[in-house]
Nanobody, 114 residues
Framework: VQLQASGGGLVQAGGSLRLSCAASGRTFSLYAMGWVRQAPGKSRELVAR???????DYADSVRGRFTIYRDNAKNTVTLEMNSLEPDDTALYYCWSRIDGQDYWGQGTLVTVSS
């Protein structure tokens, strides 16, 4: 299983970024996928996840600003981030849970300046 994330960067508060994750090694449409972030000095936080046949879940802190969607044909999951705030600054990790096991991609850094 490999999860390859891309799309981080530096943006001003109020701006937008899109994170993409390309997955390989399994048929990911069967499994939960999402994004987890970790800010300096803080624990990891589930930002958004999408599971087969269910509505996406979002952390309260991003609901209404972030949108997650997947393309099962391409094995990708995307996180659209709008109205970014300095508190969104973190390393963002692509994540999947397969048969009870968590898999992580490498982090992509999102920095939001005030």
């Amino acid at each position: 299983v490999q999860l390859q994330a891309s799309g981080g960067g530096l943006v001003q508060a109020g701006g937008s970024l899109r994170l993409s994750c390309a997955a390989s090694g399994r048929t990911f449409s069967l499994y939960a996928m999402g994004w987890v972030r970790q800010a300096p000095g803080k624990s990891r936080e589930l930002v958004a996840r999408i599971r087969s046949g269910r509505y996406p879940d979002y952390a309260d802190s991003v609901r209404g600003r972030f949108t997650i969607y997947r393309d099962n044909a391409k094995n990708t999951v995307t996180l659209e981030m709008n109205s970014l705030e300095p508190d969104d600054t973190a390393l963002y990790y692509c994540w999947s849970r397969i048969d009870g096991q968590d898999y992580w991609g490498q982090g992509t850094l999102v920095t939001v300046s005030s």
